[in-house]
Structure formats: structure tokens, C-alpha cells
């Protein structure tokens, strides 16, 4: 398996381009068609690759249509994040709701 091939299983069920694909790769050190080694620079790459989708709420593209479930999409990146060794909180925002209880 290759660094591309690992990358886009990390992907799935999400479509990637190939071209944004061996960008991450590359901004993560990796060369696209060597042997797939490092499960946490794979996972940066995912991380960097997937956090794209968090603006849309789907996508068109020749008759295909793909919708994306953002709290799953979240879910994963914070994951792949623990997995890459990355603060997930520069990729996936948390809003915290304080009910006023610890106002004293």
C-alpha cells in the first residue's frame, strides 16, 4: 500500500481529489507512491484533508452527490487527531454551554 492509498482509506467515505491528496501528503513530508509507513503523518494528512469538508454541507460533481454529516466528520477528526498526535481544537471548534451554575 502506498502513502496515497493509506491516505485515502483514512478518508473514506469521503471523495478526495488527488491533487489536494499529494498536497497534504507532501506538506507532511511524505512522497505519494512510497511504501505507506507512518500511521500518524498519514492521519495529519487526513486531518488536514477532511477539515476542508467542515464547510460544506454537500457537494455536486457530475450527477454525484455527496452530503456530509459534520458531528461525524468532528468525530473523526478528533480521532485522527489523537492518533497524529495534533490538539484537535485547532480543527474542530467545541462550543461549551455554561448553565450559569458556577456563577460564585
Do not use: H
Request: hydrophobic share 35%.
Amino acid at each position: 500500500m502506498t502513502n496515497l492509498e493509506a491516505l485515502r482509506a483514512e478518508c473514506e467515505p469521503y471523495t478526495v481529489a488527488q491533487n489536494i491528496a499529494e498536497k497534504a501528503l507532501a506538506d507532511a513530508g511524505l512522497v505519494p507512491g512510497d511504501d505507506y509507513s507512518s500511521v500518524s503523518l498519514i492521519a495529519k494528512s487526513a486531518v488536514n484533508v477532511l477539515s476542508r469538508f467542515l464547510s460544506l454541507s454537500n457537494e455536486s460533481e457530475g450527477g454525484f452527490t455527496q452530503g456530509y454529516n459534520r458531528e461525524g466528520l468532528k468525530e473523526r477528526l478528533k480521532t485522527l487527531c489523537k492518533t497524529a498526535g495534533l490538539d484537535p481544537s485547532g480543527f474542530v471548534q467545541s462550543i461549551t454551554i455554561q448553565d450559569g451554575s458556577n456563577r460564585w
